[in-house]
């Protein structure tokens, strides 16, 4: 919806004419300093800085991403698909290279699930289904037991605010007005993307980024919001996963956390207990009780 001072008021219905006078003549002032404030949002906003190239902001993703090397955090969860809903606390830790540890908790304080990845391997223990999962961390995998088909690389990417990137042989770069941003395009031999940043402190902030079919459809979106400094690093605080083609949607509300500490390197394993069933996951088998 556009400003105030963008539309026209007519008809009864409009503001009433201030009285005569200082009171009026003050009133008058100040109506028209807003009109001209609010008149300024109308204007197509121009970058406050000089035009960056596509090669600088691509290494600042790279950088943003390499920045944290450990995280520990806290999150509410929202997750759908295909119809099935959960909301939860997430527990999660992140080592760099590829380590990963998530913890599902219920509200009272029970461990219904937890996934991790070291070394190219995962293991899932879903205390609902009593059962262990085990197998290669690729992207195929990790979407049986999780309905989010990324590399586990790529997850760690998205959670210090960077973004996965295509394989791509030329690029484009545009002021969007509309957002204040930045917005590149790559375009790849069957992938497009487009990431939409915001230079803010020094610094690059990611706030969205998509990629496309060839035909134009949206095979995954990562929204990005809420940025705090944290640690002598920018982390956002909002998070969330599309995957259209998945009907999935995984949105993280970072409740606390902590950058760049020493976690204990026994957090990414998990042996499956004694008596528990234990079932091997790939790409070409659907686990038997599918993690919800």
């Not at 300093?33 to 197509?44: K, Y």
């Not at 596509?54 to 509410?76: D, G, I, K, N, S």
């Not at 042989?169 to 590149?184: G, H, K, N």
């Not at 902030?205 to 060839?214: G, K, L, P, T």
């Amino acid at each position: 919806m556009p400003p105030l001072a963008c539309l026209e008021s007519t008809g009864p219905g409009g503001l009433r004419r201030p009285s005569r006078g200082p009171c009026g003549a003050a009133v008058l002032a100040a109506t028209g300093l807003l009109g001209l404030l609010q008149l300024g949002a109308c204007l197509p906003l121009t970058r406050p800085y000089p035009p960056p190239r596509p090669a600088e902001l691509l290494r600042a993703l790279e950088l943003r991403a390499l920045r944290l090397r450990t995280l520990r955090a806290e999150a509410r969860l929202h997750w759908e698909s295909r119809g099935e809903a959960l909301k939860a606390t997430l527990r999660l830790m992140a080592a760099r290279p590829g380590q990963l540890r998530f913890d599902l908790i219920s509200p009272f304080d029970t461990t219904l699930a937890t996934w991790v990845c070291s070394a190219g391997r995962f293991a899932l223990r879903d205390a609902r289904a009593n059962r262990h999962y085990w197998g290669s961390a690729s992207p195929c995998t990790l979407a049986r037991v999780l309905e989010v088909a990324l590399d586990p690389g790529d997850l760690q990417r998205v959670l210090a605010g960077s973004t996965p990137v295509i394989d791509h042989q030329r690029s484009t770069l545009r002021w969007d007005s509309r957002r204040a941003s930045e917005l590149l395009t790559l375009y790849g031999a069957a992938l497009t993307q487009t990431i939409a940043l915001r230079r803010q402190r020094g610094d690059w902030d990611v706030e969205q980024s998509a990629i496309y079919a060839a035909g134009g459809q949206l095979l995954l979106r990562l929204s990005f919001a809420e940025q705090e400094e944290r640690d002598g690093l920018r982390l956002p605080s909002s998070i969330t996963i599309e995957q259209p083609p998945r009907q999935t949607t995984l949105a993280l509300a970072i409740r606390a956390r902590e950058a760049n500490l020493t976690l204990p390197p026994r957090a990414f394993e998990l042996p499956a207990a004694r008596g528990l069933p234990s079932e091997q996951v790939d790409c070409t088998t659907q686990p038997s009780a599918a993690p919800r």
